[in-house]
């Protein structure tokens, strides 16, 4: 971390692998300061959801919402929290390991077999979707369930996440060599 002198303002955080290679580089490109803005009254940001505490992780999970309280690459989960839309509850779940976060949102369902602006890819030999351009997303659906995992993290770590959720089964070597050849073919069209 970077920090200015004088206001203790973080300015840059790096994360570096295991290797030293630095895997995410963030940095404050612009700051303006001035006289604070007076926030109206109810204007405040509120957390996502409600707080789901440890008893309803524990209904969730009886239920069969697949839960984890750990992930890989030694990331523990910091917040869960639920909300309600017209398709179901969604449970949001933070996890970290103290400089990376990644979410992990869970829905009952199923996802169409083409999504727009998704493209389907492999990560570690199963079928996703990630969001483009930016691919900090990406979705897939198994077992009645829908899961997004988001994050501005490594996409190593991204991988590893998704490895360790379920899935409804591999993708084999030329559907692999396909969806990549699809990818960069779409990278390459105007």
Partial sequence: LWLDVATGLPLRRQLLGQDGR???DVSLAKLMLGRP???AVGSQDRPWGKAVGRTALARLRAQGWPLPAVM???LVLLDAREDTTAAGPVVGLDYTDGLTEVT??????HLRSRLAGWTRVAMRGHHVYADEPAGDSVAWSAHGFVYTVATTSSSQVQA???AALPHGGTAGFLTRVGDGLHRLLAWLSP
């Fill in 104 to 109: 992990v949102f869970l829905q009952r369902g």
């Fill in 72 to 74: 890989p690459g030694g």
């Fill in 22 to 24: 630095v895997l995410v």
């Fill in 160 to 162: 590893q996440v998704v």
């Fill in 37 to 39: 803005a007076t926030a």
